[in-house]
């Protein structure tokens, strides 16, 4: 994939490092990324492309826009990534009518301006850099939380060996943030009150203002937010999150979620300061952090801010994105179970009535030129190994082998359709692939596309299950299939469709890259992989009904969001 970072009138060191360790990972997964920028510097291996901007007429201003988008035409670009809100607006006007999709990182938000209150000129995908960003974004721009993907700065989790010189004899305190903050009361009475204070208590501490290029490991307390506290985090530096709206003491395992939510205080519910509790904070900073908690700053980095995790995110809402530009807002994932209720039934009503249903809606899924995916698909699709066809559709079914193989397999393989099929491991339990009657069916099976997913082992309700039998359902079915099919098992069905965050996280420490539900679940495919939600395909569906739920807004029209 070809991207294009834009950036304009930026004048944050913070952002182009960001930027700049962002491409870096994208390169290293084999992308190829432009810098198209006024300003910023670039390493030898990006290609940097100069833009001259300037807005002071309008005719000016639709020179830029027309100017790029000759640019994303001779490029050949795929995807704009705006970091800027004026390189948002310009590009927001230069993707118009084109199939490239826009997102734009966000790291401040303000409502109060003309395209603030009249456009929404992001694009397809909004990335702010915390959660309280993004609800503030949600409640002040009316932009739908669905829009948005929360894409935290990137910061090597690797502790630097470099010698620096440090404070010698003193204690340095460090000042940190961004200008809004630095120009505050807050900041002001931080530096003319308390700090004062703290040396007046010891002797041997200075403090300063940090400037965008100052190495953090000078320092032993830093105060602030931003990406300066979380190079200090890196570096086993003992931390104090402080915003203009927010306080949140030192920075440890007890608060890690709030410091993640809120950039360390920069945004938030806006709190009345503790003069006396900051002094204490600080004073009691100043004590060398141990070991243990060194060790929880760097697996903090690794868990939220590490360059492989946030790439992989960013790219996986770039497939977002264009599958939102080029207008699938829906990838249906039907669901048919119901030959499990034809037991009770004649061979004969099997065979004329649901079997020729089926055929009639595989005959009508190829005459309007579905494509038929897998989660194997999908999964290529993220790893941008394929491309996202335009008529997406995925087909599940839930019921044995055996009659799966018998009765609706020929069906599938008359049409070149590919499906998933979701088994209960427990007949499978402690039977060698070698020993399996039916190896050469299963062999064919998967050989036609058919994705093997787990519906556990027994098909129990979780939600009623132990913990340990919760995680024996989920574990042992995967490791059971995996060896029975030889292919890796990607997909869980929740059975009945029950689920919770419980079961959920026990699905991913599983290894599970998909899930389905059945009723549960967003209108948005890419939202939530473990949650994904399907429709279900009753039996004797009218063909009114079945173009509905496959035309790709049936969950706009039943109002699922």
Not at 159 to 171: H, M, N, P, R, T
Not at 178 to 200: G, M, T, W, Y
Not at 337 to 365: D, I, P, R, Y
Not at 429 to 453: M, P, Y
Request: charged fraction near 25%; charge should be positive; aromatic fraction near 12%.
């Amino acid at each position: 994939m070809k991207i294009l970072h834009f950036i304009l009138q930026n004048n944050s060191e913070a952002v182009e490092q960001n930027i700049t360790s962002l491409m870096h990972g994208q390169i290293h997964l084999g992308h190829t990324v432009v810098l198209l920028t006024d300003t910023m510097k670039s390493e030898e291996n990006i290609q940097r492309i100069n833009f001259f901007y300037s807005a002071l007429t309008v005719f000016k201003y639709f020179h830029s826009v027309r100017k790029l988008r000759q640019l994303i035409q001779q490029e050949n670009i795929e995807i704009i990534h705006a970091h800027s809100e004026t390189a948002s607006r310009i590009a927001f006007f230069a993707t118009r009518f084109l199939t490239v999709p826009l997102v734009s990182s966000i790291d401040h938000f303000t409502p109060g301006t003309f395209f603030g209150k009249h456009f929404r000129f992001y694009g397809e995908k909004i990335f702010p850099q915390c959660r309280t960003l993004m609800l503030n974004i949600n409640r002040n721009g009316n932009i739908p939380l669905s829009k948005m993907k929360i894409i935290p700065p990137i910061i090597s989790a690797k502790k630097e060996d470099v010698a620096v010189k440090s404070g010698g004899q003193f204690l340095r305190i460090g000042i940190t943030g961004d200008e809004r903050f630095l120009k505050s009361p807050i900041a002001s009475q931080l530096l003319n009150s308390i700090l004062p204070k703290v040396q007046e208590k010891n002797n041997h501490v200075i403090f300063h203002l940090l400037n965008q290029s100052e190495d953090v490991r000078r320092y032993d307390v830093l105060i602030g937010h931003g990406r300066k506290i979380l190079q200090a985090l890196a570096n086993g530096k003992t931390v104090i999150g402080m915003g203009c709206a927010n306080y949140l003491g030192r920075i440890q395992e007890s608060n890690e979620h709030e410091a993640f939510d809120t950039n360390f205080g920069e945004f938030g519910k806006i709190r009345e300061f503790d003069n006396a509790k900051i002094l204490a904070d600080i004073m009691a900073a100043l004590q060398k952090p141990t070991q243990r908690q060194q060790l929880w700053q760097c697996d903090f980095i690794k868990k939220y801010f590490n360059t492989a995790a946030v790439t992989s995110s960013v790219l996986e809402a770039y497939i977002e994105a264009y599958s939102q530009k080029i207008g699938i807002r829906e990838i249906p994932v039907l669901r048919y179970n119901w030959f499990n209720k034809t037991e009770s039934v004649s061979e004969e009503h099997l065979q004329k009535t649901l079997l020729m249903e089926l055929e009639n809606q595989l005959q009508f899924l190829k005459k309007k030129n579905y494509s038929i995916l897998n989660f194997y698909d999908i999964k290529d699709i993220l790893e941008f190994k394929k491309e996202l066809p335009a008529r997406p559709i995925m087909l599940t079914f839930e019921l044995g082998f055996k009659m799966f193989y018998q009765i609706v397999f020929p069906l599938l393989k008359k049409f070149s359709s590919k499906g998933i099929l979701f088994l209960s491991a427990s007949p499978f339990e402690n039977i060698e692939r070698e020993n399996l009657s039916t190896v050469k069916e299963v062999q064919e099976v998967t050989d036609a596309g058919i994705e093997i997913g787990s519906y556990a082992v027994h098909g129990k309700r979780l939600s009623v299950c132990t913990d340990d039998e919760m995680k024996e359902e989920i574990q042992k079915s995967k490791i059971i299939l995996e060896q029975l099919f030889e292919r890796q098992c990607l997909t869980f069905a929740y059975p009945l469709g029950m689920l919770n965050e419980k079961i959920k996280n026990e699905v991913r420490e599983a290894g599970y890259i998909f899930a389905v539900s059945e009723d549960s679940g967003s209108r948005n495919f890419w939202l939530d992989r473990l949650k994904i939600r399907r429709i279900t395909i009753e039996p004797h569906t009218s063909k009114f009904e079945f173009w509905a739920k496959t035309s790709g807004y049936y969950y706009w029209y039943t109002h699922v969001y």
